[in-house]
Each structure stands twice: as C-alpha cells, then as structure tokens.
C-alpha cells in the first residue's frame, strides 16, 4: 500500500501561472517532507523540504504547505517558468535512530509542463 | 567539485549476465542507497548501507547484491536472478545526523537493459 501518493500524474500550466502539485501521505510518523525535481536521464534534486511541525516553507519562487490533520501537502511555484518542466517527486522521511538514518518513501511523480 | 559519480551511463546486458553499477561520492556522507526506477513508477529502494561494511535490504533486494567496501564506494551488482532488471538505477548519499531532514544527494544515473 503506497504510503506517499501524488494522485496527478501529470500538470499543464501556462508561463507566469501558479503551478500547485499534491502529496497525500497515510503514516503520521513521518519526520520532513521533500520535493524532489528530475529531469530525464539524470538524477533527481532537491528543491524544498518542510519539517512535520511546520506548515509553510518558502524558498525563493518555491513555497511548500503542511496539512498535517489532512495529512496532505502541496507545493506552489509562482511564477512558473518553462525551465521548470519536469518530473517532482514528493517523499516523505523517518529517522530510525537504531539505524542512524534516515529512510525516505516516495510517491510515483507528477510531470509538470510550462507551457510558453 | 562534491558529488556522486555513477558509472557506465547506459549499459546493455544480456539475459543471464550479472551487471555491476559503480556508485562513488567524496561528499564524506555515511549513508548512501541503491534505487530503482521504473516508467510511472517512484523510486524504491534496494538497499542502503549506513556505515563501512555493513549494509541493509530495501523494498526490492531480489535478484541484487551490494557491497560497502569503503565509505566512498557502493558498487551494485544485478544478478542474473533478477527477473526484470531493465530500468534507471540511481544511487544517493546522505550525512547520517537526526535532524537533518533526510535529504538525498543523487547521481546522475545508470540505465541498464537486458537484450
């Protein structure tokens, strides 16, 4: 059972538009919640992360949002830009102190297009 | 510069063969991973390994094998027992510390496929 969904797997925006991506999660013990941009062929990056006792974090163009009793969290990017194009990748993390480490879960990915 | 390097970018392989994907960073990170990804798929995890010589499975460790030889180094091995081993492979490290937020730094990634 996916514990991390991003239920769109694909989003049209036009240039200067908000573009608003979802992330649901079932597990209420997860720790930080990421965003992740992937291009083809490369790895994914990092974009913004949000602790799970936080409801807002901004960085520059990129502003997330904590849901927590919704259990949902959305990323904006305003204004859109075509360099934005790509796949977002939302994950969510636990820390085991046994093991030292952080585990991350992801969801499948949305494809965000900007469209000129 | 400070990175992830993994290496070949694009491999084929024959049904039968075992493959081995190197994985090398010099960010000094204790932790690094093993993920899998698939078309319209997130990326799962096949194992990761938190310290020298030691290491554990993932979601999906069927049919691979890894060893952590040195803390640079997480070399993957797809074994002939791997019933579908055609995807993107990624490998990832992260500073091992609470509160760090889990943040993962990713190579550019190994595309393998089996003729």
């Known amino acids: 059972d996916q514990q991390v969904k991003q239920n769109s797997p694909s989003l049209s925006v036009q240039e200067g538009r908000i573009s608003i991506l979802n992330c649901d999660y079932t597990?209420?013990?997860?720790?930080?919640f990421l965003w992740y941009k992937k291009y083809p062929a490369e790895g994914p990056t990092f974009l913004i992360s949000?602790?799970?006792?936080?409801d807002k974090n901004e960085d520059g163009r990129f502003t997330v949002f904590l849901n927590k009793s919704a259990k949902h969290l959305s990323l904006h990017i305003v204004p859109s830009q075509p360099g934005d194009s790509a796949v977002y990748f939302c994950?969510?993390?636990?820390?085991?102190?046994?093991?030292?480490?952080?585990?991350?879960?992801f969801g499948k990915g949305t494809k965000l297009s900007v469209i000129p | 510069d400070g990175g992830i390097t993994q290496s070949p970018k694009y491999l084929f392989r024959k049904e039968g063969q075992n493959v081995t994907l190197s994985c090398e960073q010099n960010?000094?990170?204790?932790?690094m991973y093993w993920y899998r990804q698939d078309p319209g798929q997130g990326l799962r995890l096949i194992y990761y390994?938190?310290?020298?010589?030691?290491?554990q499975k993932g979601d999906i460790a069927e049919g691979y094998s890894v060893s952590r030889e040195k803390k640079e180094s997480f070399p993957l091995t797809v074994t002939s027992a791997q019933k579908n081993p055609t995807a993107f492979y990624l490998c990832?490290?992260?500073?091992?510390?609470?509160?760090?937020?889990?943040?993962?730094?990713f190579g550019e990634g190994s595309r393998l496929t089996v003729l």
């Open positions: 990832a490290s992260s500073p091992v510390r609470a509160g760090a937020g889990g943040e993962l730094f």
């Open positions: 597990n209420s013990m997860f720790d930080y």
């Open positions: 949000i602790s799970s006792i936080k």
């Open positions: 994950a969510a993390s636990s820390y085991f102190s046994g093991a030292g480490s952080y585990q991350l879960t």
């Open positions: 960010l000094n990170h204790d932790a």
């Open positions: 390994s938190q310290i020298v010589n030691d290491f």
